[in-house]
């Protein structure tokens, strides 16, 4: 998966956009047709009259259909921006990266017990090099231990972000746009 969190956010204005043009729009249109309305008294105008009730109904459920969506692109940029800007990550792949990094832990642990095999009781000129040898080791196995904890933490956030976000669009039904169908009598 790759996320551009710019081009979300660049979406979501989009959408701010559209729904409030949508909602002037909306507005606008049944306030003139209604006001229309006022000055036609027939058998047409009552008929004309329940059908844009009608269309001001399906109207308005499309309106929250435009924001149950624009929600879940807010839902995936807020949760995917305290990760970073850009995200690439292959879920598929969480196994063979901590297996990567378990076994540099590994051949450091082996490292570390070849140096703790060395008799250091003496002082020769080189035990102050060994041990810092080692110290540096020890500090290596420490900043991969830190990765592997912060790599497990960011794959279980992505995890439960995509369950959610799989959640949500579930929920998420189709909408279809009915024509206004209107016959004079």
């Known amino acids: 998966m790759l ?9 979501i204005n989009k959408l701010n956009d559209l729904i409030s043009e949508y909602e002037d729009v909306q507005l ?9 309305s006022v000055n036609w008294n027939d058998g047409n105008s009552l008929v ?12 308005a459920l499309f309106l929250l259909y435009i924001k149950e969506n624009k929600e879940l692109f807010d839902f ?12 690439s990550c292959n879920l598929e792949k969480k196994n063979s990266v901590i297996f ?12 570390l017990n070849e140096f703790n095999q060395i008799d250091v009781s003496f002082n020769y000129s ?3 090099n060994i041990l810092k040898q080692k110290q ?3 500090e290596v196995r420490q900043i991969c231990l830190e990765i592997k904890n912060n790599t497990l933490k960011t794959y279980t956030k ?6 959610e976000v799989l959640k949500r669009t579930q929920k998420l039904e189709k909408f279809d746009i009915k024509e206004f169908d209107y016959e004079l009598l």
């Open 28 to 36: 606008n249109i049944f306030n003139q047709l209604k006001d229309s």
């Open 126 to 128: 080189e035990k102050d």
């Open 158 to 163: 992505i995890e439960k972000i995509e369950k």
């Open 48 to 59: 004309f009259n329940e059908k844009i009730y009608d269309d001001k109904i399906e109207s």
């Open 136 to 138: 540096k080791i020890v």
């Open 76 to 87: 995936i940029y807020n949760s995917y921006s305290q990760l970073g800007k850009k995200i």
């Open 3 to 11: 996320i551009n969190l710019t081009e979300i956010n660049s979406e």
């Open 100 to 111: 990567s990094i378990e076994t540099c832990i590994s051949q450091i642990n082996t490292i």
